[in-house]
């Protein structure tokens, strides 16, 4: 596609439930990234794909974060057992060499 | 790990006025510095960046310095307008730009016409 596309844009989700983001990356794009934005700080790394090598994990917060990328290509990331600090703008980016290409994010709400 | 302070969190300027934001880096291996600019609603966007072998780039009305010795670099926007409002991030990473960023907190500017 012609940009990095995430789904859903907005979700909300009862405290407790499970919850699947969904980020589809420029084709061609190797790498791929998520990061979490709370409100008023900067972006947080996650996690991170780089073709078929073990993905780097450093960034989740806790095992109850988990991301895939199948067929190198489309990436999920789910969050179980959510809480209210779980609430942010959840970021997706892609790339190739250099420069990343960002999503414009999937809005989560935990009430 | 590496660390990103970034300054100030908030700037206003009059429309054709210059913009200065500043940033610090704590990693010496650092070698890629880019900066994005985030407008409401929408995913970072890169304006530009620099390796670690140079010392400046510009790009129209936008340009970076880099001091390696002191571990800060800097977004300089000339000739300001309006439509610079945003939210702008510097980051830095050891890989090159192929690895991942780590972020400032941002600063928001406000462009007043």
């Known amino acids: 596609g012609a940009g990095v596309s995430q789904s859903p844009s907005n979700k909300v989700t009862e405290k407790g439930k499970d919850v699947e983001l969904r980020c589809d990356p420029i084709?061609?794009?190797?790498?791929l990234y998520w990061y979490r934005q709370s409100l008023g700080q900067g972006l947080e790394f996650l996690i991170y794909?780089?073709?078929?090598?073990?993905?780097?994990k450093s960034g989740l917060p806790s095992d109850r974060f988990s991301a895939e990328r199948t067929g190198g290509s489309v990436s999920t990331l789910t969050i179980q057992r959510t809480q209210q600090e779980d609430s942010a703008v959840y970021l997706c980016?892609?790339?190739?060499?250099?420069?990343?290409?960002f999503g414009s994010g999937t809005r989560l709400t935990v009430v | 790990g590496e660390n990103v302070e970034q300054h100030p969190s908030t700037l206003s300027v009059q429309e054709g006025d210059s913009a200065v934001i500043k940033c610090t880096y704590s990693?010496?291996?650092?070698?890629?510095f880019p900066w994005y600019k985030q407008e409401l609603g929408k995913g970072p966007q890169l304006i530009i960046d620099?390796?670690?072998?140079?010392g400046e780039k510009k790009d129209q009305r936008i340009a970076v310095t880099l001091n390696k010795t002191a571990k800060h670099f800097s977004l300089h926007i000339t000739e300001t307008q309006p439509e610079d409002s945003a939210v702008y991030f510097c980051?830095?990473?050891?890989?090159?730009?192929?690895?991942?960023?780590?972020f400032g907190k941002g600063t928001r500017l406000s462009v007043i016409a």
């Open positions: 084709s061609g794009h190797t790498a």
């Open positions: 980016a892609s790339s190739l060499e250099v420069g990343y290409t």
């Open positions: 980051a830095a990473s050891t890989g090159g730009g192929n690895t991942p960023l780590v």
């Open positions: 990693d010496s291996a650092s070698n890629y």
């Open positions: 620099i390796r670690s072998n140079v």
């Open positions: 794909f780089q073709g078929n090598s073990a993905p780097d």
